[in-house]
């Protein structure tokens, strides 16, 4: 039996041990910190309440049990030895034959806008998704029992950065006070959202298509665009900006921009900027072909050398690839190096509102957009309940 151990169980992990277990001369331990998956592409409904935690965090022992030749322990990875090939997770370690590192990435709190970190929200964890779920159900109770004892009557919700998961989640947060509204009086409009980023435009990296559809339905929601803002500085009650007067705030989210997981800082390989780590055209770490990395924790390029996008769809392609490889490896056959590229992108807007693009050429917008949508994110969620309900059944 050939060991392999998958460190991770996020899109990528999940990819690579679903791929992994259709060969029977392979077992898998896939190990993460948390005991459950967390599907972060539906963060935005979760965070407005639209969404319950069942439907987006999924439990890894049962997910596991749904297989045959599968393992999960959960453990904080502390280091990998590829030279020994073992990984640490504290005191234990566990021996493998091949290693994919699939740890993803964290919201990276900009160490240079003083006061960010310790005043703002991030959706790339469960917990803090909590937290502003919370934080938005206090701010709509205020509203509905009239007790806001700010001396203005609006309250202000920040979010800083306008890529997929900034906009996805004011979008959402939008329609939700928009609806609510009806229900708990106009007090609800008083609840302002504005989206804000450095860059000229929202969605940068997008298409015009994707952009001005996306722009013209944030307005209609009433969301507060500001681009070209950079902000310089948070502290309780202001978000300060380089050229702009301050604006006050209730609470404020950070989406601008992540960084690898911690646990790359004591990877030795190759890193960029981000502190993600730079793998051959294999996906491997440099000088071990037995070890795989995948998804966010890298910078993984497409099929034109350009850099691709930190999304779940990457995450999964590469995990595909990785799985492939190591069977490949396994027979002695040749395989080639990793060649992928976006297939499309979907925007949530809000309610059933959407905005898509498939292969550059099939654009889509409102309800069809989102009925796409919500076919591909159902397909993901009913796969993993499938698996659940086997494990389920083998664990009583
Ligand atoms: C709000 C939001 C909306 C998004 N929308 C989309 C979208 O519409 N489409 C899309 O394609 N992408 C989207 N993304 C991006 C997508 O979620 C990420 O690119 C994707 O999660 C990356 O997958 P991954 O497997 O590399 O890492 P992750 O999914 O982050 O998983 C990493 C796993 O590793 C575990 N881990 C980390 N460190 C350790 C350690 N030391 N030891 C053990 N375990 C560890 C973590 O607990 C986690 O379970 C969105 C992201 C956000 C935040």
Redesign the pocket.
Known sequence: MNRVVV???????LRAVEGLSTYEDIEITL????PY??L??Q??GYIAGEFDVNEVAVDLYNWSLGFKRVKFIQ????SVDFVKQEVFMGEEQLSYDYVIL????KTNFFSFIEGLRENSYG??SLYRAFNFRKEFENVIYKKLQNTDDSSSQELNIVIGGAG??GV??AAEMAHVIKNYSKTIGSRAKEIKIYLVDASETILPGTSDYIIKNTFKRLESLGVNILTNAFISKVDKSFVYFKDAEPLEYSFMIF?GGIKA???NEVIESEKNKMDQLLVDKNLNISGFDNAFA????IEMKGADGNILA??????ERSAEYAAKAIKNRIDGTQYKGFNSSTMGI?V?LGGKYAVGEVFKYIKVRGYIAYTLKTAITYGYYIGLRLRINTGFKNRI
Do not use: M, R
């Not at 453990?75 to 502390?78: F, G, H, L, W």
């Not at 699939?102 to 990435?105: D, L, M, N, Q, V």
């Not at 995948?294 to 924790?297: N, R």
């Open positions: 460190i991770g169980g996020g899109y990528g992990g190990i993460d910190q948390n998956h967390y972060q592409t963060a935005y453990a904080t990875v502390s699939a740890y993803g990435a959706v790339k997929l998961s996805e989640v989406t997981s911690p646990l995948i998804g966010d924790c930190p999304t779940a769809q990457s995450a979907f949530a």
